[in-house]
C-alpha cells in the first residue's frame, strides 16, 4: 500500500509560479509511475503530467506543455511539479497518483494509488 501527501499549493496571481510536492511511503518508489492530476471545480478530473521510473521520460497535457515541468528524486520518494506562467485557468486541485503500469498512464483508470490533492487558484 502506497500513501501519497501532496503539499505546495497557494493562491498565486496569473504569471507566477508554483512548486507542487507529493512524498510517498509504504512501497518502492522507484519502481512506480507517477502522475498528477487535476480537478477544476464542476470539471471532471485531468491528466495533467506524468513521470516516469527513472524521471528521464515525462509526458504532458498539450495545456501544460512548456509551462509545467515534472520531476522525481527517488532517493527522496518524492515527485515534483514544477509550475510556471500559471494561468487562472490552471486553478483546481491537484492530485499525485502512483501505479506500477507502464501504460494508460495518461488516464486515471492506469493509477492505483492517489493521494488528497492541494488547492492551486490562480487569481488574474
Known amino acids: 500500500q502506497v500513501q501519497l501527501v501532496e503539499s505546495g499549493g497557494g493562491l498565486v496571481q496569473a504569471g507566477d509560479s508554483l512548486r507542487l510536492s507529493c512524498a510517498a511511503s509504504?512501497?518502492?518508489?522507484?519502481?512506480?509511475?507517477m502522475g498528477w492530476f487535476r480537478q477544476a471545480p464542476g470539471k471532471e478530473r485531468e491528466f495533467v503530467a506524468t513521470?516516469?521510473?527513472?524521471?528521464?521520460?515525462?509526458y504532458y497535457a498539450d495545456s501544460v506543455k512548456g509551462r509545467f515541468t515534472g520531476s522525481r528524486d527517488n532517493a527522496e520518494n518524492t515527485v515534483y511539479l514544477q509550475m510556471n506562467s500559471l494561468k487562472p485557468e490552471d486553478t483546481a486541485v491537484y492530485y499525485c497518483?502512483?501505479?506500477?503500469?507502464?501504460?494508460?498512464?495518461?488516464?486515471?483508470?492506469?493509477?492505483?494509488?492517489w493521494g488528497q490533492g492541494t488547492q492551486v487558484t490562480v487569481s488574474s
Open positions: 497518483a502512483a501505479t506500477e503500469r507502464l501504460s494508460r498512464i495518461r488516464q486515471l483508470s492506469g493509477y492505483t494509488y
Open positions: 509504504g512501497g518502492t518508489f522507484s519502481s512506480y509511475t
Open positions: 513521470i516516469m521510473r527513472s524521471g528521464i521520460n515525462t
